[in-house]
């Protein structure tokens, strides 16, 4: 990308390859989340039911204030 600029050689030398690890970071984390997702895509995985088909706390309304 910027290998031949004598800046981003600088920065690199002052702060690391920061774009470097974040992709190296990205790509570790998106190989976790494969891993932890792979039950879920299998063809026996019975999803859960839709928010709201269930049974469901409300909020309850603020008392109306007394003068």
Request: hydrophobic share 30%; charged share 25%; glycine share 6%.
């Amino acid at each position: 990308m910027f290998q031949d600029s004598p800046i981003y050689d600088r920065l690199i030398a002052e702060c690391g390859d920061v774009p470097t690890q974040v992709r190296r970071e990205a790509e570790r984390v998106s190989r976790e989340l494969e891993l932890v997702m792979r039950p879920y895509q299998s063809p026996g995985y019975d999803r859960p039911q839709a928010p709201g088909t269930g049974w469901q706390r409300t909020a309850m309304l603020p008392a109306p204030r007394q003068p």
